[in-house]
């Protein structure tokens, strides 16, 4: 499978940490565009949606539906036009109805970035509720790992299903996601998800405080960013490079053995994805540029061969910040991890359950891969592919291999993505490392925030038998992927759209909306941690010695 990570909300937040001290407001486009232009951009946008998207109808109520809201979306817009953010207000829930995160709108409303006017909390996501992580005064820190109730009266269960109606929701978590650090927070979100909120100089809210009791308040608006400052966290964890992943081993208090610690916060910056890019026309880079980024092939390779020397029993893999970029890092993983026999098996497991995977080919697809077309793609086709063709050719192979019950074969389709990922598919040629070693107990660290590729990579390491500790994906594993950008052309909102759709549970509609994890990370585990930012690794440690406890 191949995502990409999400641009949402919270990439708002990071403005938090360079402009807490911003007085100005960042300005959008006041002065109304005009209506043709306006309908011209609708149309754009609706063009886009159903040539470059595998299924936009299928979530909304099927296509007749979808041209009901379209048709809606053109009456609504008055003859005197509309400003930016009047039209971003129009389109998100046309966008949205098609349930799928990876198709979305960039653009932002207004906000102001040192008073954003909503509730004055950062919050995060524990089971299915949000706490506060820290407060934007240093007054309200007695709040620190409180639960948010209800704001404005509004039970938080019911504005999670009031953020489907502006945003593709793929599963609870995803909504929790982008509340706690941006929707709740910042005036335009939270009067969309709160029509009956009109008292802008105030709000109610009610938090559940540790202790148990529900704390009643009304804060004055705005509520200006006096200093925000993260939590620090007692236990110190390596931070990794520009590559985004790091290897090494861990010596943790109270663990009597050292551990393995994989730590990958984003799947961008490493070679193979490079190399990926560069095939495929999408990035200009030299074989010698190539050389010098760090390689999870030669990475992981050289991370098993030490585990094996020191007999190393527990790998804790970290990517509770994994939001995704490329997926080839997880068979990569697997393949040292599992072997090749396994990494094999995974998707004709995947075909067998009813799922797969495939890609619609697009202008917008074309455009964003320069060195990719279809001759390239139907080169050894019996039956060639045409524009807006959905490529099914690994699903049909494996499905054929299955039902004829052969030994495993890699499916040349898949081969093919393999080999623009050189530096692995020397590797991998050869099998010398596959599942050269695994330590006895295998841990993977999640939040709402492992989505995309990092999802990808969860949905891998779950089916080769890792156990997933935490809180579950925002993402679902049956869901899209493999996002194109777009713009438009008069009133230049920019957004995506997913290419390619992505079946890992067929056969189980559930599993399918949320991937469940083995050890789920409480809010009382979260408390009796002291709220501690890496309170889900405690809990890892505290897991492994009880697992060890047992043998």
């Known amino acids: ?46 063009d886009i949606l159903e040539s470059a998207h595998p299924d936009p109808y299928r979530h909304g109520g099927g296509r007749i539906a979808f041209h009901s809201r379209l048709y809606e979306v053109l009456c609504s817009i008055p003859q005197g036009g509309m400003t930016r953010n009047e039209f971003i207000r129009l389109l998100r829930p046309f966008v949205a109805a098609i349930g799928d995160q990876h198709t979305s709108i960039y653009t932002q409303y207004e906000t102001d970035n040192a008073s954003p006017g909503g509730l004055p909390f950062v919050f995060e996501p524990i089971e299915k509720s949000l706490y506060v992580l820290v407060p934007f005064s240093p007054s309200d820190n007695k709040y620190i790992g409180s639960r948010l109730v209800s704001v404005e009266g509004v039970p938080l269960d019911s504005l999670v299903q009031r953020y489907s109606r502006v945003e593709g929701v793929e599963n609870e978590y995803f909504a929790l996601r982008e509340f706690g650090r941006g929707n709740l927070l910042f005036r335009p979100y939270l009067q969309e998800l709160l029509p009956e909120w009109t008292d802008f100089t105030s709000i109610d809210f009610e938090l559940q405080r540790p202790a148990g009791e529900i704390e009643k ?183 054929a291999e299955n039902a004829e019950n052969s030994t495993p074969v890699e499916n040349p389709e898949r081969l093919k993505r393999y080999r623009q990922a050189s530096t692995f ?50 993402q679902a594993p049956n869901s899209w992927g493999n996002l194109l950008e777009w713009q438009l052309t008069n009133s230049k909102i920019k957004g995506e759209v997913s290419s390619s759709f992505d079946i890992a549970f067929g056969d189980d509609p559930e599993k399918g909306r949320v991937l469940p994890v083995h050890f789920p990370l409480t809010w009382e585990k979260l408390s009796a941690y002291d709220f501690d930012p890496n309170a889900c690794f405690s809990f890892a440690m505290e897991i492994l010695k009880d697992l060890e406890g047992r043998q």
């Open 1 to 46: 499978m191949q995502r990409a990570g999400k641009k949402a909300l919270g990439a708002i937040f990071l403005l938090f940490l360079t402009l807490i001290y911003a007085t100005g407001v960042s300005r959008g486009q006041e002065n109304p565009l005009k209506r043709e232009l306006l309908i011209e951009d609708v149309r754009q946008l609706t």
């Open 217 to 399: 308040i009304t804060r004055r608006l705005p509520v200006p960013l006096t200093g925000l400052n993260l939590p620090k966290s007692r236990i110190d964890l390596p931070r990794t490079d520009d590559s985004g992943f790091l290897c090494g081993f861990l010596e943790v208090p109270g663990y009597e053995h050292e551990m393995a610690y994989l730590r990958v916060d984003n799947m961008q910056g490493y070679r193979e994805a490079k190399e990926m890019a560069v095939a495929v026309g999408a990035e200009n880079l030299t074989a010698e540029e190539l050389a010098r980024i760090p390689s999870a092939t030669e990475s992981f390779r050289s991370f098993v061969i030490e585990m094996k020397r020191k007999n190393t029993q527990a790998l804790v893999i970290d990517m509770r910040r994994n939001g995704g970029g490329n997926y080839m890092m997880a068979p990569i993983l697997v393949y040292f991890l599992y072997g090749k026999d396994v990494l094999t098996e995974i998707p004709k497991q995947i075909a067998r359950s009813g799922g797969g995977s495939g890609t619609r080919y697009s202008k917008l697809f074309f455009n964003s891969r320069p060195k990719v077309t279809l001759e390239t793609i139907n080169e050894g086709r019996d039956v060639p592919l045409v524009l807006g063709d959905i490529d099914f050719s690994r699903n049909l192979y494996d499905a």
């Open 425 to 474: 598919y020397a590797e991998y040629e050869t099998g010398a490392y596959s599942g050269y070693y695994r330590p006895r107990h295998v841990l993977v660290l999640m939040t709402p925030w492992t989505s995309s590729s990092g999802l990808d990579m969860a949905l891998w390491l779950y089916r080769s038998g890792a156990k997933l500790v935490g809180t579950p994906s925002a």
